[in-house]
């Protein structure tokens, strides 16, 4: 497909300041002084602009899979309208994709949101460090413990928007719940080998999993309902595995 000049410039300048996939189509539609629906009209989607920019001999780079691109595309719409009322025609047109797509993709808006909490959830920002224990306790513990503020803090209104629908107890909570499970099953995964070791005492893995989390809950939820900045990833990961870990040690000593 053809673009008319005017789109194509504008869309060559936003390419060339923000890369293939640091724009939006509503962002064309601004630069090219367009009305999103006469953009639409005139250019299809936004892979069909992409397209056409790399006939021209645009270097477009290296597309991102449409899947990860309909996920990046929740960060933004879910943040601006909410779970409620964020639509998928919302989320394909910040893609650059048709509806369809996204049906194809992920079935409806229900697996579309369970996708979206297992992509962004800190079973994710964890699953590396979790799944691979190195054989040093507080190493790895704190490591998990970073993550899991790392991921905090690129995310922090997509948490107090998950905090506030199951505080409202509404259609997605479950939904947005499985990941923090998950997280939780992947810690005690973590745990299990150090506690038949006997480096942990004689408690339950997966009873220290969520004291564990716990722990790291009551840093970032301050900021998440409050506002306000996160502590810093490396020296609170440090602090929490030391009072985690003295306290288990205090509690083996006193078992009989």
Not at 161 to 169: F, P, Q, S, T
Not at 213 to 218: K, P, Q, V
Request: proline fraction near 6%.
């Amino acid at each position: 497909m053809s673009l008319p000049e005017n789109i194509a410039d504008a869309a060559a300048r936003l390419v060339a300041l923000h890369g293939p996939d640091g724009f939006t189509m509503d962002d064309l539609a601004r630069e090219s002084g367009l009305s999103r629906a006469t953009l639409y009209r005139q250019a299809g989607s936004r892979e069909a602009v992409l397209a056409s920019l790399s006939e021209q001999g645009l270097e477009v780079g290296k597309r991102v899979d449409v899947r990860d691109r309909i996920l990046a595309a929740c960060r933004v719409v879910f943040t601006r309208a909410g779970f409620e009322a964020a639509t998928l025609e919302d989320i394909a047109r910040e893609a650059g994709v048709g509806p369809a797509t996204v049906y194809r993709q992920f079935g409806d808006k229900e697996g579309l949101i369970s996708a979206f909490a297992g992509h962004i959830g800190p079973r994710r920002a964890m699953h590396a460090v979790a799944l691979r224990p190195t054989g040093d306790l507080r190493a790895d513990l704190e490591r998990v413990a970073a993550a899991v503020i790392r991921y905090a803090a690129e995310d922090l209104d997509l948490l107090r928007l998950a905090l506030l629908e199951r505080i409202r107890g509404g259609p997605w909570a479950e939904l947005l719940m499985a990941s923090p499970s998950r997280a939780r099953t992947m810690l005690t995964h973590l745990l299990e080998p150090y506690a038949k070791s006997g480096s942990l005492g004689p408690d339950d893995p997966r009873r220290m999993a969520q004291a564990f989390a716990g722990m790291l809950l009551a840093f970032f939820s301050g900021p998440v309902l409050e506002g306000g900045p996160l502590p810093d990833p490396e020296e609170t990961a440090r602090f929490v595995t030391h009072v985690f870990l003295d306290g288990l040690a205090s509690t083996a000593r006193r078992t009989p």
